[in-house]
């Protein structure tokens, strides 16, 4: 099975190849990529699978996963138009979590988003407001847009890890490579092939 494009996805004609030319360093275009892989899985998996909850091993179920990275993502979108991020304020609960349509609608509605977003001013400043401890109140600190779409990228590849081993636990399909962080991905790419 390969990658799904998009109905009215403004990726869908891009390939692998050509979003990594267009901005070569550009963290947006990698979490689109992300993302449109994690659909990819999400359409390969039975309600079941998609809601079957791990709790022993994984923490919940492969939605709950889906949902908690998707909430991150629309996160570092809403921090661009407002200046203020806080990835604490998630809507738990929503139907993301229950029904793989749904989550993927999300991803294509992100996944506009994205596509419409500017690429000059990565580096421009953003308030982040984080709860550092359940004992404290929350705290305000100063970051990037730049650094925090990568964290929103490694966090996203952290749960596309763990939504891989989820659905290869219950029999679902996953890529290969799934869930691999960039850097392991580049490393076996330069290893040479041994037979």
């Not at 979590?97 to 400043?125: F, H, M, N, P, T």
């Not at 990228?153 to 989820?166: D, G, K, R």
Request: hydrophobic content about 40%; charged content about 25%; some cysteine.
């Amino acid at each position: 099975m390969s990658m799904t494009a998009f109905i009215g996805d403004p990726f869908a004609s891009m390939s692998r190849r050509d979003a990594r030319s267009e901005n070569t360093a550009s963290p947006i275009t990698g979490i689109v990529l992300l993302l449109r892989e994690l659909s990819t899985v999400i359409e390969g998996l039975n309600d079941e699978q998609y809601g079957l909850k791990q709790e022993a091993v994984f923490g919940g179920a492969i939605g709950g996963h889906v949902r908690h990275s998707l909430d991150h993502v629309q996160s570092i979108i809403d921090a661009m138009q407002t200046g203020t991020l806080d990835y604490d304020h998630r809507l738990r609960g929503t139907k993301v979590e229950s029904d793989r349509w749904a989550a993927r609608d999300v991803i294509r509605r992100l996944v506009a988003q994205l596509g419409g977003a500017k690429y000059e001013g990565l580096d421009r400043e953003l308030k982040l407001r984080s709860i550092v401890s359940a004992e404290m109140d929350t705290m305000e600190v100063t970051t990037t847009l730049s650094r925090e779409l990568i964290y929103v990228l490694s966090h996203t590849v952290h749960h596309n890890a763990m939504i891989a081993a989820m659905a290869r636990t219950l029999g679902g399909w996953v890529p290969q490579r799934f869930g691999f962080a960039p850097s392991t991905l580049a490393h076996l790419k330069e290893k040479p092939c041994v037979r």
